[in-house]
């Protein structure tokens, strides 16, 4: 079957460093997006990773390795803007997207 | 980047009838449009799959009578709610898929059936 792991709530401190990991079993894959979804709001893209290695975006960040099955978001210099969930997708065989639960991301001062 | 608008943002109706949610990309020509359900605290729901043209692809459990979906346009789909019940009360999301494989989403419909 299709698997999207992401740990379920994450902890930080304003101002700090905090990486969201995901790991992923999908028949096929093109690609691995990241979301960000504010309560009661739609997601919105922050990023796409199709290739191994990191890319950066601004304070975020997104690392994949295909050959582990394993990506990683990483958000520098935190805001408290940044409290969100973070969703990570898989892009299957099918070019459709299979989502993980999502990662409760909570900022405290 | 591309932009999804959805319409309308909130809608309470009545159990027993129908609602329209319509979901639109802006500035690019969608073939394939998404529809998600979601839950209080839950992750998204992948409702069905709606092709340009073609019948909408519905997931395991989502009965296609009750959702009916038209993508009529490259440009429109359509999600219609019939005979709303107050367990069809959610947050719905569609998204637009570009030529590139990326998905926008729209800002989401809060519906509440009361």
């Known amino acids: 079957g299709q698997n999207i792991d992401q740990p379920t709530e994450m902890t930080a401190t304003e101002g700090a460093i905090v990486q969201i990991n995901c790991t992923y079993q999908?028949?096929?894959?093109?690609?691995l997006f990241w979301y960000q979804q504010h309560a009661g709001e739609a997601p919105t893209f922050l990023s796409y990773?199709?290739l191994d290695g990191l890319e950066e975006k601004g304070r975020f960040s997104s690392f994949l390795s295909r050959s582990k099955g394993y990506s990683y978001l990483l958000l520098k210099e935190l805001q408290m803007k940044d409290s969100a969930s973070y969703l990570c997708?898989?892009?299957?065989?099918?070019?459709?997207?299979?989502w993980g639960a999502g990662t409760k991301l909570i900022i405290k001062p | 980047g591309a932009v999804v608008s959805q319409h309308p943002s909130r809608v309470i109706c009545k159990s027993g009838t129908s609602v329209k949610i319509e979901c639109r990309s802006l500035?690019?020509?969608?073939?394939?449009m998404f529809w998600y359900r979601q839950f209080p605290k839950k992750s998204l729901m992948l409702m069905a799959t709606s092709n340009e043209g073609s019948k909408a692809t519905y997931e395991q459990g989502v009965e296609k009578d009750k959702f009916l979906i038209n993508h009529a346009s490259l440009t429109l789909s359509t999600l219609t709610v019939t005979s709303a019940h107050p367990e069809d009360s959610s947050f719905y999301i569609c998204?637009?898929?570009?030529?590139?494989?990326?998905?926008?989403f729209g800002p989401g419909t809060r519906l509440t059936v009361t």
């Open positions: 990773n199709v």
């Open positions: 500035d690019f020509q969608a073939t394939t």
């Open positions: 998204s637009a898929r570009t030529s590139d494989y990326e998905q926008y």
């Open positions: 999908t028949s096929g894959f093109n690609g």
């Open positions: 997708a898989v892009m299957d065989s099918n070019y459709q997207l299979i």
